[in-house]
C-alpha cells in the first residue's frame, strides 16, 4: 500500500530523515515510535505530500507522491495531532465543508459521506453541536470523520490519544482497532502500551534513520536472542556497575532503578550466552549482595528503550545533535520560502 525508498529530508545542514526504506501492507495497523526529534513528523509530512522529500520516493497505492500528488493523496486520510478544525462550525456544517474541499460536487454525495463517518467515528447525536462545545474526545473524533471522508483506503494518524482521558483514550483506540478492519492504518504515538495493543507492526525511528521493523513480538525476540538479564544489588551505583562491568561479555549495562542502597539495572550479551552465574559471582566478590537476578521478558518499552539509547549514543560520540527538535520547528520557514509553491496543492484538497 505504501513504498518508501531511500527517503532523505534536509534542513539546510541538518539531516532530518537519512535514507530510509520501507513497506507498509495493506490491511494492517502500523505504529511508528521514535523519541522526540527523531523524524517521525517529518516522515509523516513527506508521506502525505505535506512536504517534499531532498531525496528518495515515495508511492501510494502505486501513485507517486511528487509525480501523482492529486491521485496520492486520494487513497490518504490524515489526522495530525492537533486536528485543524474550525471550531466555530457545528460537526455536520465543518465535515461538509471539509467534504467539498476534497472534491465532492453533489450535495447528496456529501451528505450520505458525512452521515457515514459519523457513524464510523461514533458521532451520533452530535451532528448539531458546535465543535467549540465538544471535548476534547469528541472533536478527536471529529479530526478522525473527516480523515475518513470519501472512504481513503490508508489513515494516518498523528498521537491521535494526546491529550485525553483514560475513558476517552480507550474509546479512540477501539476506533483505531476498528478502522484496521477495514483500512490501512498508521498510528505516530508516544505511549509504547498504546501501540503494543493496537498495532500488528512496529517502525522505530531513531536519529532520522530506521532502527527497527517487525511485529513487537519479533523485535523483543531479536533482543532477548542477545541473552537479556534483569538484576538487583546492594551497594552504590559505582560499585554495582564496576562489578558488573568486570563480567567478561556482559554489555549494554543500563540502570532502571535506584533507591537508598539498592541498584537495578539490565545487561546484555552479544553471543546470547547466559551470564548470569558469572553476574551472579562478580556482585557478591566486590561485596554486593544479588536481590533478584533474572533472565528478562521484555516489553515494547524495553524494544524502544535499548534500540534508540544507543542510537542516540552513536549519534552523540559523532557530533551531531542530540535532538532534531530545532531543525524540525526552525527550519520549516526556510523550507517554505525555497519552496515556495511546490506545495499547494494540498491547499486546493483541503488537506
Given at each position: 500500500m505504501i513504498e518508501v525508498s531511500h527517503l532523505t529530508k534536509r534542513y539546510g545542514s541538518h539531516v532530518a530523515v537519512d535514507d530510509i526504506s520501507f513497506t507498509v501492507e495493506k490491511g494492517c495497523i502500523y505504529g511508528l515510535l521514535g523519541p522526540n526529534g527523531?523524524?517521525?513528523?517529518?516522515?509523516?509530512?513527506?508521506?502525505?505530500?505535506?512536504?517534499?522529500?531532498?531525496?528518495?520516493?515515495?508511492?501510494?497505492?502505486?501513485?507517486?507522491?511528487?509525480?501523482?500528488?492529486?491521485a496520492a493523496k486520494a487513497c490518504i486520510g490524515y489526522?495530525?495531532?492537533?486536528?485543524?478544525?474550525?471550531?466555530?462550525?457545528?460537526?455536520?456544517?465543518?465535515?461538509?465543508?471539509?467534504?467539498?474541499?476534497?472534491?465532492?460536487?453533489?450535495?447528496?454525495?456529501?451528505?450520505?459521506?458525512?452521515?457515514?463517518?459519523?457513524?464510523?467515528?461514533?458521532?451520533?447525536?452530535?451532528?448539531?453541536?458546535?465543535?467549540?462545545?465538544?471535548?476534547?474526545?469528541?472533536?478527536q473524533r471529529v479530526g478522525v470523520a473527516a480523515a475518513l471522508l470519501g472512504n481513503p483506503e490508508v489513515i494516518i494518524l498523528d498521537e491521535a490519544t494526546v491529550g485525553l482521558d483514560p475513558a476517552q483514550m480507550i474509546e479512540i483506540r477501539a476506533l483505531i482497532h476498528d478502522l484496521g478492519k477495514s483500512h490501512t492504518v498508521i498510528l505516530s504515538s508516544h505511549i509504547l502500551s498504546e501501540v503494543q495493543t493496537v498495532c500488528d507492526r512496529v517502525l522505530i525511528i531513531s536519529g532520522g534513520k530506521l532502527a527497527a521493523q517487525g511485529?513487537?513480538?519479533?523485535?523483543?525476540?531479536?533482543?532477548?536472542?542477545?541473552?537479556?538479564?534483569?538484576?538487583?544489588?546492594?551497594?552504590?551505583?559505582?560499585?554495582?556497575?564496576?562489578?558488573?562491568?568486570?563480567?567478561?561479555?556482559?554489555?549494554?549495562?543500563?540502570?532502571?532503578?535506584?533507591?537508598?542502597?539498592?541498584?537495578?539495572?539490565?545487561?546484555?550479551?552479544?553471543?546470547?550466552?547466559?551470564?548470569?552465574?558469572?553476574?551472579?559471582?562478580a556482585l557478591a566478590a566486590a561485596g554486593c549482595p544479588v536481590l533478584s537476578l533474572s533472565s528478562q521478558n521484555l516489553s515494547l518499552e524495553d524494544v524502544f528503550l535499548q534500540l534508540t539509547e544507543s542510537d542516540v549514543s552513536a549519534d552523540s560520540e559523532q557530533g551531531k545533535p542530540e535532538s532534531a527538535d530545532e531543525a524540525e520547528t526552525a527550519m520549516p520557514l526556510a523550507e517554505n520560502e525555497e519552496s515556495a509553491g511546490t506545495d499547494t496543492p494540498q491547499d486546493k484538497e483541503g488537506e
Open positions: 527523531a523524524g517521525k513528523s517529518t516522515t509523516m509530512n513527506v508521506i502525505t505530500g505535506y512536504l517534499s522529500p531532498t531525496s528518495g520516493t515515495v508511492t501510494i497505492n502505486g501513485h507517486d507522491i511528487q509525480e501523482e500528488p492529486q489526522l495530525p495531532e492537533l486536528p485543524p478544525l474550525y471550531t466555530d462550525m457545528a460537526v455536520r456544517e465543518y465535515l461538509n465543508f471539509a467534504a467539498e474541499l476534497k472534491g465532492m460536487k453533489k450535495k447528496a454525495d456529501r451528505a450520505a459521506d458525512v452521515a457515514r463517518v459519523c457513524e464510523k467515528a461514533g458521532l451520533q447525536g452530535m451532528e448539531a453541536r458546535l465543535i467549540r462545545n465538544l471535548s476534547k474526545g469528541y472533536r511485529t513487537p513480538e519479533e523485535l523483543a525476540a531479536r533482543l532477548a536472542a542477545k541473552g537479556v538479564i534483569s538484576a538487583t544489588a546492594q551497594g552504590s551505583r559505582e560499585q554495582v556497575l564496576k562489578a558488573a562491568q568486570s563480567v567478561a561479555g556482559l554489555t549494554d549495562l543500563r540502570v532502571t532503578a535506584e533507591k537508598s542502597d539498592e541498584v537495578s539495572f539490565t545487561a546484555s550479551s552479544t553471543d546470547g550466552a547466559d551470564l548470569r552465574a558469572a553476574l551472579s559471582a
